[in-house]
């Protein structure tokens, strides 16, 4: 499809745009946990895409090149966005994680008070992940939501297969420790 | 197998992307240790709980936004080959200049001062002066006659000196 929108096809570029927005902005979503950034960083990778659609050599998948991009994308936005917290962190009177979140509508069935409980789960779930070291995140995220293989994982962060699968067992063994309040109850749900 | 070489392997033994050799390993060192078992069995609840969260939806004016975008990149020009990128423009007129400068360099080192009239006229005196003697060829065949005459020799006797009084006197 990618070599068809580098022989100048927009239909293929607009057919790319609809199958990868959302597991683009969803992986965007869970490395910067603000979803209006997530979206203009997505707007960014495409971006980056169509510019160098002339350029592009089909030497890897489509989406391990995709998400190189995209990981780059969201490591310098991650950094540029520490900086920026840490000037503004002394004026700051609310936190800005409700407002990172994005407003998710309760189910039909739910309770408002379920709904709280859901959602706080939900953001101590993505507050975990955020926590992981950089490289551990990416690696988590691309291997659980993307379920890419160990390769592609291991060319986006350029490192081996080995080494991969070392990085994703400490960042599995760190969540299983930080969830384990959660677990439980997973379980339970899960054996019930 | 051991502890420490089952945890590499574990989780593709969870999510079923190791081959069926790394699986029957670690199925064999999960059925003989506990501690393994149940380290794989909170993984596993691990992975359900990340399951939870939601995944979000793109905003309705993605696509639009995405689109007005590309519609104001600028378009590639036929004639956009011919101009020269900014560093590299700059890059020959650097080396251009250094050239220039290079080329000119010993001109300005060379000290040219500029002759008086005066100056002139006494050099072109003295070469019309000699110029006589050169075109006079007996002149310059004399020359040669002075080539043979005998040095004076350091050995002559040396004469007494008549003004000085001898002591018999």
């Not at chain 1, 070599?3 to 096809?9: F, P």
Request: with cysteine; aromatic share 8%.
């Amino acid at each position: 499809m990618m070599l068809d929108v580098k022989a100048g096809d927009d239909a293929s570029f607009d057919l790319l745009l609809q199958k990868y927005r959302t597991p683009l902005i969803n992986f965007l979503f869970r490395m910067v946990r603000d979803a209006a950034t997530a979206e203009d960083l997505a707007q960014e990778v495409f971006m980056r895409v169509y510019r160098a659609r002339k350029q592009y050599t089909p030497s890897a998948k489509f989406t391990t090149w995709l998400f190189r991009i995209a990981t780059n994308v969201a490591l310098n936005s991650v950094r540029d966005n520490r900086y920026r917290k840490l000037e503004i962190s002394f004026d700051a009177s609310t936190s800005d994680e409700e407002d990172a979140a994005p407003r998710e509508l309760p189910a039909p069935e739910m309770r408002i008070d379920e709904h709280m409980v859901e959602r706080d789960r939900c953001d101590f779930i993505r507050g975990v992940i955020a926590s992981l070291p950089q490289k551990q995140r990416v690696a988590v995220l691309l291997h659980k939501y993307e379920e890419m293989d160990y390769g592609e994982i291991a060319k986006i962060l350029d490192c081996s297969e080995s080494a991969l699968k070392s990085l994703l067992y400490r960042a599995y063994e760190t969540l299983r420790g930080q969830l384990a309040p959660l677990a439980g109850r997973a379980g339970e749900g899960r054996l019930s | 197998m051991k502890c420490s070489d089952v945890s590499k392997d574990l989780i593709g033994y969870l999510d079923r992307r190791a081959n069926s050799a790394e699986r029957r390993e670690v199925e064999e060192h999960l059925t003989a240790c506990a501690s393994c078992r149940t380290r794989a069995e909170e993984l596993r609840k691990v992975w359900n709980v990340l399951d939870e969260v939601p995944s979000v939806e793109p905003s309705l004016g993605f696509d639009a936004r995405l689109r007005q975008r590309i519609a104001a990149e600028p378009q590639p020009r036929w004639f956009r080959w011919f101009v020269p990128q900014p560093r590299l423009a700059f890059s020959m007129a650097l080396l251009l200049a250094l050239s220039i400068w290079m080329v000119k360099l010993p001109r300005e080192n060379t000290v040219i001062r500029p002759m008086t009239a005066a100056q002139s006229e006494q050099e072109d005196f003295s070469a019309i002066k000699d110029l006589g003697v050169l075109e006079n060829y007996d002149v310059v065949t004399k020359l040669d006659a002075l080539s043979e005459l005998v040095p004076p020799s350091d050995e002559q006797p040396e004469q007494p000196r008549q003004d000085k009084p001898s002591s018999n006197d």
